[in-house]
């Protein structure tokens, strides 16, 4: 049965307002929903910040005020002439003992994790000997004494992990920090490695030097 056409002309401003709404309500909303989502897009766009370098860290800290001024102190040690939206990131995961444990907060963090290598968005990385072990497994960290540049005299010998065969370094213990300590992050048992995919290794290389330092 063909649709009964509707004379606009003799309808009052409010039978129109009516009409018009109960018809095309739906192509309003969808509508609006794209100007909010494009608006929301050109906002994101504009306003976020340009990550240059990662540190992620396993566990958790206290200080947010602390680190953002390691962001910042990080920023300018890798990229001294980085503009405003330039930034390095201080990242943490709420991930321990990763083999052992089955949560759906572990297997989000680690959906991310992943998502973030294969996006080649994460260089060094801390976390605790048990998950270093198991993602060494993994082939997931770079050999640092094949990278030019690390002062290997900020480091004692206990403090490195080794391949057994080849001798390789691929982590370093990082108990005793002073620069994480500064946002309260429980350094015992933690190791540092680079993430084998990094676009930034010059960076790590002083990222590591400083948190050796300090």
């Known amino acids: 049965m063909a649709e009964k056409k509707v004379d606009l002309k ?9 009409y018009i709404w109960y ?19 050109i906002y994101d766009v ?13 566990g958790e800290a206290e200080s947010g005020v602390q680190i ?12 001294p002439e980085a503009t405003k939206k330039e930034k390095v990131l201080v990242q943490f995961y709420g991930l321990n ?18 998502s973030q290598i294969a996006a080649q968005e994460l260089d060094l990385v801390i976390m605790g000997e048990s998950d270093f072990g198991f993602y ?9 004494n094949e990278i030019s540049g690390i002062d290997w005299n900020l480091v004692e010998e206990t403090q490195l992990i080794k391949d ?9 213990k990082m108990a005793g920090s002073q620069l994480l300590n500064r946002i309260n992050y429980d350094t015992n048992g ?25």
């Open 136 to 144: 060494a497994e993994e082939k997931m960290f770079e050999a640092l």
């Open 190 to 214: 933690k190791v540092l490695a680079l993430i084998n995919n990094s676009l930034n290794k010059e960076m790590a290389v002083d990222v590591i030097n400083q948190l050796l330092s300090e």
């Open 46 to 58: 504009m306003t976020k910040d340009k990550i240059i370098f990662s540190l992620t860290l396993f």
């Open 68 to 79: 953002e001024e390691i962001q910042q102190d990080l920023t300018q040690l890798v990229a």
């Open 97 to 114: 003992e990763v083999e052992t444990s089955f949560d759906e907060m572990t297997d989000l963090y680690q959906q991310k994790m992943i």
């Open 23 to 41: 018809y095309y309500k739906s192509h309003m909303m969808m509508g609006l929903f794209a100007v909010v989502l494009v608006g929301s897009l």
């Open 10 to 18: 003799t309808m009052t401003r409010k039978e129109k307002k009516d």
């Open 164 to 172: 057994e065969q080849t001798d390789l370094v691929y982590g370093i």
